[in-house]
């Protein structure tokens, strides 16, 4: 059973820094595409950044500004998201997702993690 596990959210203080991990459990990790997502209260889920299987291709949202790092360890069957300069906007519930990158098409989600940035 594939099980993707968010940690590392918590309050933050403006203009801190996060890094976010997500341990996924089974044996998909090295062929799916990973991303981050996040969603403010009252707000749609967005994404934040996605890296590629293989020699990783990495991109991200506007709002990101050169703010994040996206990054994968495939002999641990983790990602991170690395993000300094928070805004309090950055608020919200960040979420780790799984995507088939080649060959079957499959789409898992962690359950979320909150990143709270105060001022």
């Known amino acids: 059973q594939v099980q993707l596990v968010e940690s590392g959210g918590g309050l933050v203080q403006a203009g801190g820094s996060l890094r976010l991990s997500c341990v996924v459990s089974g044996n998909l990790f090295s062929i799916s595409r990973m991303g981050w997502y996040r969603q403010a209260p009252g707000k749609q889920r967005e994404l934040v950044a996605t890296?590629?299987?293989?020699?990783?291709?990495?991109s991200y949202a506007d709002f990101v500004d050169g703010r994040a790092y996206i990054s994968r360890d495939d002999a641990r069957n983790t990602a991170y998201l690395e993000m300094d300069q928070l805004k309090l906007e950055d608020t919200g519930v960040y979420y780790c997702?799984?995507?088939?990158?080649?060959?079957?098409?499959?789409?898992?989600w962690g359950q979320g993690t909150q990143v709270t940035v105060s001022s």
């Open positions: 890296i590629s299987s293989g020699i990783p291709n990495r």
């Open positions: 997702n799984m995507k088939g990158d080649v060959g079957p098409k499959y789409d898992y």
